[in-house]
């Protein structure tokens, strides 16, 4: 093991003096002005603090929050007026999510960064890859983050349900999602709740569906994934394993405290680090008192995937950003160290997930990255359609929510949904 | 001589109307007579591609009045929300603006500390649409303080779930709607009372008049215009109302879309997929119920007297 | 106190007293609602992320100052400049709004012209088109000719507000007798200056209203600006709670949040207050005057 992560650690060195060989090549006929589109500040930090803008460049950033789909809706207008726009006003990269990357892959409005000179993957997680692809598998893009989903427990009461917890032995009793639902009635016998949200597992379902939303004549279906959800979510509802609450709604993160009886909560390290205040609280939090473990299907949730634009003036600058930020070692390890992330670079990673120091206060000493290794080589990104965000949204946090709190049947949900479907989607036939 | 009058200076309502007019045009007009035309044609985006504009003539307006597989025609029951939203909160919205307007211009009463009331009533105005909303979100939410009070005082023993039921729901928005408008309205109204000459309030108070004689003889007619422009405008309003309900309700009008306004209906159309055909035929609709109602209201306030 | 005061007086004034006490109640209870918001702001903004994710607080947590300072030295948004644009872009609106809405609907009240009746019924149709959708057209129009980034776009449609100008019609309708014009016509006072110093004035209660109003809508203006209005030293306030709320979760802070939201009401309430008193003003004028 140690012998391949020291011939990777070789080829990213010399990789890494290459694109530094290659920095000095930037053309002179290229643009003075560089455009970055985003909708927060995130990436404008590690930007600004870890890459060297050639001399000569300004970095324009444009940033439209997302509130009421001002993001979307400006990227969109820039984008489709790309052709009429002076050199220096063309988008050259902008940011996406997972939930709507799909829009912008599939179009024109993308190019093909190997062409543009990014070339090695070998070192970023394939669902990154798969996700800034096209249909035809031209990559257009790549993520600077890897942001792999974990199941978080209570160790508190892993022991009183499962006697033990041990992440391994945990994991063993949780890795299906029979074992899991079957484990939920022995938590609700000890009056515990398996999960504080009915969507809570939603994306462990939904990340690994085996059809998509849409197919190819436009009829919306759901795949067995959606279903296996939608059965759950109701099952646990009706026993009390849960309850018909949103993953931000105050009743699912009351459940957080100390005196919270809910045993799993699923998210990335951003969650556990940043989201679960609650928890964290000095008062009437319970840190220390968590662990992560895979659970019983591998997912990711969040992250930001950087584009290249179609008719981007600065090519070269555009591919030398790129291959910084998911092959440049120096890079990847200082977003691991200092910002607290899990960067796109699988030999990166591995070395923190090695390392004794970095063992979490809030996980009682355990190391995250040393799960999020292996859980995030296990990710997918496939069947996936630019319907997915809405559909998704929509059944998790709307229309279904309101059939699991009894205030409407399951057909009229349904109905309501496909409602929801047809107004977004003018061409997507609805059963 | 009066009609010679009316000819000679009948240039300066044409100046002065002008620059409305010409603004009105270039910045208002264009797009929405776009509208209008677009109502008549389909016209998407799915995803970047544009999708149209092919003439389909009144499909957006059939579409939009099919009846669901249970029958129901939607836009008329958004219509029915709406109205029923709006009638809510604006009953007691005109209602208490003008019993404040009345007292706050009384000089029988003589209210203390009027400017911090005035000041007071209006400031929920300032506040965000969005804010309010969130700030309604934690107070009414199944863990929040309205919930735990309810559950302190024995009321309930389970969290009663306000964004769950048809009546709790309306009941909030139109209590919001209620908070951000009347002390606009009343400040509308005061105007409108303190522009009636005082020497008529005088002049009835000398001849003995009682404060509900002035209120019905003086103040009440004198005011209608302005009333009249509250009630409209507020009409106006209320079939807009959008912000509210959208942010209150996530966007999705709960329960089983019976908080779902007309303008919460046109976003749908209009936020992913640039459906400017259907969210043509939405707005036409929108107008022509705006206007009757508009049109209505004018002329039943108008002819009594 | 015994000498002429008739029962019948006294028993107005008991009456009066009681609906004095009434009135009182009723206006206290009102304040109590609508300052209950306020407190919740307030106790928000003294709250971090965590505690506020926490759900609510009744009493204050002592973080006001580090908010304070989180969100005025917030690297991503600069919150004087906000204040500075957002002032500048409603405090032009308002103007210009108040000002030829006024000029319009004198055009319609005092002069008698052909086209006059039509175009009321003009205004008054158009009054009643929902403006969200002349909105989605109207930005695809600045993309169309590349005038995003850019203030007139924002400013100028405030010259066209039907709802401004039927107010001042109407209030025109109860307060403003055509012989005041008359008169100043016979003193030679040309059309244009009789309306900005003799009939102006005498608007005052009805242009502070409708300053006021339209300042707070303008203000509160998130939609269009937030699509027309892309460069960082551009932005206006409700865009920068906007750029906060969707901050990236490392970054993402309610208290801020709700402390930004707190100082974003701040400079229209000192307006307010400003104008409020200048409606007082306009009308003991016009009390003296008679």
Redesign the interface.
């Known amino acids: 093991m140690k012998k391949i992560i020291a011939l990777v650690l070789t080829v990213m060195m010399v990789a890494a003096l290459f694109t530094v060989g290659g920095a000095t090549a930037f053309a002179d006929d290229e643009g003075k002005v560089f455009n970055i589109y985003a ?4 990436f ?1 930090g590690f930007f600004e603090k870890y890459y060297e803008v050639p001399e000569g460049v300004t970095v324009n ?11 979307q ?2 990227l ?6 790309q052709e009429d ?1 002076a050199d220096d006003e063309k988008v050259d990269m902008f940011l996406a999510e997972a939930d709507y990357i799909v ?2 892959t ?4 993308t190019q093909d960064i190997e062409a543009l000179g990014v070339t090695d993957f070998s070192n970023a997680y394939t669902y990154t890859v798969q996700a800034a692809s096209d249909n035809a598998n031209t990559v257009k893009g790549v993520s600077f983050q890897c942001c792999p989903s974990a199941l978080i427990y209570r160790r508190s009461i892993a022991k009183d349900v499962l006697g033990t917890d041990d992440p391994a032995e945990v994991q063993a009793q949780l890795d299906s999602w029979d074992k899991f639902n079957a484990v939920a009635a022995k938590a609700k016998e000890k009056g515990y709740m398996m999960t504080a949200s009915d969507a809570a597992t939603y994306r462990a379902f939904s990340n690994n569906v085996t059809s998509p939303w849409v197919d190819a004549d436009n009829k919306l279906q759901f795949d067995p994934q959606i279903e296996a959800w939608m059965a759950q979510a109701e099952d646990f509802v009706a026993n009390g394993y849960t309850q018909a ?1 949103g993953i931000w ?3 699912c ?2 459940q957080m ?1 100390g005196d919270g009886k809910t045993m799993c909560f699923f998210g990335p390290a ?2 556990f ?3 679960m ?2 928890a ?2 000095p008062e ?1 939090g319970c840190p220390g008192d968590w662990a992560i473990c895979e659970g019983p299907a591998a997912h990711f949730w ?1 992250g930001t995937w950087l584009l290249a634009a179609t008719g981007s003036d600065n090519p070269t600058m555009l591919a030398d950003v790129m291959n910084t930020f998911i092959n440049d070692e120096e890079v990847c390890s200082a977003l691991v160290e200092n ?2 992330q899990f960067c796109n670079n699988m030999a990166v990673n591995q070395k923190y997930a090695e390392d004794p120091n970095f063992g979490s206060e809030f996980l009682g000493g355990q190391n995250p990255n040393a799960v999020f290794v292996d859980l995030a080589k296990n990710i997918k990104f496939e069947n996936q359609t ?1 319907y997915d965000q ?1 559909c998704n949204e929509m059944l998790q ?2 229309a279904f929510r ?1 059939y699991l ?4 049947t399951k057909e ?1 949900a349904m ?2 949904f496909y ?2 479907i047809n ?5 997507v036939v609805t059963p | 001589m009066k009609k010679q009058k009316g000819v000679s200076y009948a240039k300066w309502g044409y100046i002065f109307v002008a620059p409305f007019i010409v603004a009105y045009l270039i910045f208002t007009f264009y797009p929405q007579m776009l509208t209008i035309y677009n109502s008549f044609f389909e016209n998407y985006r799915d995803g970047l591609n544009q999708v149209g504009p092919n003439f389909v003539g009144f499909d957006n307006y059939v579409k939009l009045f099919t009846p669901d597989k249970n029958g129901v025609i939607d836009i008329l029951k958004y219509t029915g929300n709406t109205l029923i939203l709006w009638l809510l909160g604006a009953v007691p919205q005109i209602l208490v603006a003008l019993l404040l307007a009345i007292f706050f211009t009384s000089y029988r009463l003589n209210i203390k500390g009027q400017q911090f009331f005035k000041t007071v009533i209006y400031m929920p105005n300032l506040i965000m649409a969005s804010a309010f909303s969130m700030l309604f979100f934690t107070l009414f939410s199944n863990v929040g303080p309205v919930n735990q009070l309810i559950q302190a005082w024995g009321w309930s023993d389970v969290p009663i779930d306000f964004f769950a039921r048809k009546f709790t729901v309306r009941g909030l928005i139109s209590l919001m709607n209620f908070l951000m408008w009347f002390g606009n309205t009343t400040i509308l109204l005061m105007a409108g009372i303190m522009g009636i000459d005082q020497d008529l309030f005088e002049a009835a108070n000398l001849d003995g008049a009682s404060a509900t004689q002035t209120f019905f003889k003086i103040t009440l007619p004198l005011l209608k215009p302005i009333l009249v422009y509250t009630i409209i405008t507020a009409m106006i309003g209320g079939l807009q109302m959008f912000d509210v309900p959208q942010v209150l309700t996530n966007g999705a009008g709960t329960p089983n879309r019976t908080s779902m306004t007309l303008i919460m209906y046109l976003n749908n159309y209009l936020g992913k997929s640039k459906n400017y055909g259907m969210a043509g035929a939405v707005s036409v609709i929108i107008f022509i119920i705006t206007g009757i109602l508009s049109l209505v209201v004018y002329r039943s306030l108008n002819r009594k007297d | 106190m015994e000498n002429i005061n008739t029962s019948d007086s006294r028993r107005g004034q008991i009456r009066l007293s009681v609906a004095r006490v009434l009135v009182y109640i009723l206006l206290i209870f009102l304040s109590i609602l609508c300052l209950f918001s306020f407190y919740m702001l307030i106790i928000n903004a003294t709250r971090t992320n965590a505690q506020l994710q926490g759900g609510f607080a009744a009493l204050p947590q002592g973080h006001f100052l580090e908010n304070l300072k989180n969100a005025w030295t917030d690297a991503s948004i600069n919150i004087p400049r906000g204040l500075l644009n957002s002032f500048f872009v409603s405090a032009s609106t308002a103007i210009l709004t108040t000002y030829f809405s006024a000029l319009t609907a004198y055009g319609i009240h005092a002069y008698n012209f052909r086209l006059k009746k039509f175009l009321f019924a003009f205004i008054m149709a158009i009054m009643v088109i929902p403006t969200q959708v002349s909105a989605a057209g109207f930005v695809q129009i600045c993309y169309k000719f590349h005038i995003t980034n850019k203030y007139w776009p924002l400013i100028l449609p405030g010259i066209a507000a039907p709802v401004v100008f039927f107010y001042m019609k109407q209030y025109m309708e109860s307060v403003l007798p055509m012989e005041i014009v008359e008169a100043a016509r016979v003193d030679g006072s040309g059309e244009f200056r009789t309306f900005n110093t003799i009939i102006l004035p005498m608007l005052k209660p009805a242009l502070a209203v409708q300053l006021i109003f339209s300042f707070v809508q303008s203000w509160n203006n998130y939609f269009l600006p937030s699509l027309l209005l892309t460069k960082a030293e551009m932005k206006t306030v409700p865009i920068m709670i906007a750029q906060l709320r969707s901050a990236d979760y490392s970054k993402f802070d309610m208290g801020k949040v709700y402390m930004f939201i707190l100082l974003a009401i701040l400079p229209v309430l000192i307006v307010y207050i400003f104008l409020s008193k200048s409606i007082i003003k306009g009308v003991t004028a016009g009390s003296v005057k008679g």
């Open positions: 909708w927060n500040e995130e404008k950033w444009i940033i439209v929050p997302n509130a009421d789909g001002a993001y809706n400006a969109d207008e820039a984008l489709m007026n726009a829009k912008y599939n179009s024109g409005v609450a709604s105050d009743e993160t009351a405290f951003w969650y680090n940043f989201s205040g609650n964290q609280d009437k969040g910002e607290a630019q809405l946090d709307k309101e709190k009894g205030s409407v009229e109905e309501n409602k929801i107004e977004a989607y003018p061409n």
